[in-house]
T-cell receptor
Framework: SQTIHQWPATLVQPVGSPLSLECTVE??????LYWYRQAAGRGLQLLFY??????ISSEVPQNLSASRPQDRQFILSSKKLLLSDSGFYLC?????????????FGDGTRLSIL | QQQVKQSPQSLIVQKGGISIINCAYE??????FPWYQQFPGKGPALLIA?????SEKKEGRFTISFNKSAKQFSLHIMDSQPGDSATYFC???????????FGTGTRLKVLA
């Protein structure tokens, strides 16, 4: 069966520090991968998605970036965090070669910027 | 046109009652409609999904009703339980695309 792992579960970072969040998927090949941000009590904001290694589409221009160095690895980064980057970051995957498949989410990273 | 409008924003239901959450869309190219359940501190989990070639799909106490002509779909939770208290998101997808369009979420509270 397929599983998705995100780490760390919680992170407290000072303003201006760098960020690296990692997500890996097991049990599937060539998945579509996604990064979302969720503000407290709010909906899901799509940040990036990737349909293959090295292929990244950005939805929201900001100081975050994403990379996909391996088929089942998706990384969210920042060189300098802002207070507004606080939130709940979710990674998700969906079947890459099959239409109309659901997304499956990880358990998220709670990021607090001080 | 890419939006999915979800209502209500919050809902309080007595134990044993029926919870109903509605979503509406404009883009007729959408052809896959999943619902997600999210507990605090966790990622959303797929609850049930429907394609527009059927008008209703039932899984246990959860039912999706789909009205293609009205471009609306709804989630019904029968015999609601306190353990159903969570945030529910509807979503929509067009075949061959990669972006899932999510509703804004409904916070459900089931009173014991």
């Amino acid at each position: 069966s397929q599983t998705i792992h995100q780490w760390p579960a919680t992170l407290v970072q000072p303003v201006g520090s760098p960020l690296s969040l990692e997500c890996t998927v097991e049990g599937t090949s060539n998945p579509n991968l996604y990064w979302y941000r969720q503000a407290a009590g709010r909906g899901l904001q799509l940040l990036f998605y990737s349909v293959g290694i090295g292929q990244i589409s950005s939805e929201v221009p900001q100081n975050l970036s994403a990379s996909r160095p391996q088929d089942r690895q998706f990384i969210l980064s920042s060189k300098k965090l802002l207070l507004s980057d606080s939130g709940f970051y979710l990674c998700a995957w969906s079947g890459g070669l099959v239409s109309n498949q659901p997304q499956h989410f990880g358990d998220g990273t709670r990021l607090s910027i001080l | 046109q890419q939006q999915v409008k979800q209502s209500p924003q919050s809902l309080i239901v007595q134990k044993g009652g029926i919870s109903i959450i509605n979503c509406a869309y404009e883009n007729t190219a959408f052809d896959y409609f999943p619902w997600y359940q999210q507990f605090p501190g966790k990622g959303p989990a797929l609850l049930i999904a429907i394609r527009p070639d059927v008008s209703e799909k039932k899984e246990g106490r959860f039912t999706i009703s789909f009205n293609k002509s009205a471009k609306q779909f709804s989630l019904h939770i029968m015999d609601s339980q306190p353990g159903d208290s969570a945030t529910y998101f509807c979503a929509a997808l067009t075949s061959g695309t990669y972006k899932y369009i999510f509703g804004t979420g409904t916070r459900l509270k089931v009173l014991a």
